[in-house]
């Protein structure tokens, strides 16, 4: 049972527009949520978070929204540059686990077209 | 933040042969984490490594198989053993660095291991 989902695998956007990365989670006790970015032959880094007590972050040009009465989440990324071509993975964890763990989705592949 | 040397970065095994997958840290961390991400999945949690003590390991991964060593707090090392064409996937291996709020992930750059 995957508890953090990205159904779509990939999106292709045009510079300058908006990208809209979308995740959903089912586990009602994450309340820590992450995005990385994943550049080939290169491993995952920290690209933004949120809590579960906010419902909006921002960090320059991504936003992630929080929708907890839907379990969704969302990264927007505007404007999109081609150097933010690669996969995002969202990410969930939850305090009560005690020890650090991150559960991932699978992963969404952007495509920023020059 | 943390930097995390891993390698090998890529290699093409026999199978039924075994592959170590090297992890440096560039400060002391407590605990250690290899991921496994296989063709069109998730970063799976393989086991959390502690210095000091054996490795603890999710649901579906064993010992025998993904044996792990902790020998200080910068490094630790995953192998592959008795591979067969399944295990072909990227390994990673992260760190938690402690925020105020939250911890933080670092990862290694991956090793992409090809089994034939």
């Known amino acids: 049972d995957q508890q953090v989902k990205q159904n779509s695998p990939s999106l292709s956007v045009q510079e300058g527009r908006i990208s809209i990365l979308n995740c959903d989670y089912t586990?009602?006790?994450?309340?820590?949520f992450l995005w990385y970015k994943k550049y080939p032959a290169e491993g995952p880094t920290f690209l933004i978070s949120?809590?579960?007590?906010?419902d909006k972050n921002e960090d320059g040009r991504f936003t992630v929204f929080l929708n907890k009465s839907a379990k969704h989440l969302s990264l927007h990324i505007v404007p999109s540059q081609p150097g933010d071509s690669a996969v995002y993975f969202c990410?969930?964890?939850?305090?009560?686990?005690?020890?650090?763990?991150?559960?991932f989705g699978k992963g969404t592949k952007l495509s920023v077209i020059p | 933040s943390a930097v995390i040397s891993q390698k090998p970065s890529r290699d093409i095994c026999q199978r039924g042969t075994s592959l170590t997958i090297q992890c440096q840290v560039d400060?002391?961390?407590?605990?250690m984490f290899w991921y496994r991400q296989q063709p069109g999945q998730s970063l799976t949690l393989i086991a959390t490594?502690?210095?000091?003590?054996?490795?603890?390991?999710e649901s579906g991964f064993v010992i025998d198989k993904f044996p792990i060593s902790r020998p200080n707090l910068t490094f630790s090392t995953l192998t592959v053993s008795n591979m067969s064409p399944e295990d072909s996937s990227i390994y990673l291996c992260?760190?938690?660095?402690?925020?105020?709020?939250?911890?933080?992930?670092?990862f290694g750059q991956g090793t992409r291991l090809t089994v034939v």
């Open positions: 992260s760190v938690e660095v402690a925020r105020r709020l939250y911890s933080e992930a670092f």
């Open positions: 586990n009602s006790m994450f309340d820590y």
């Open positions: 949120i809590s579960s007590i906010k």
């Open positions: 990410a969930a964890s939850y305090s009560g686990a005690g020890s650090y763990q991150l559960t």
């Open positions: 400060s002391q961390v407590t605990m």
């Open positions: 490594a502690n210095q000091g003590s054996e490795a603890t390991y």
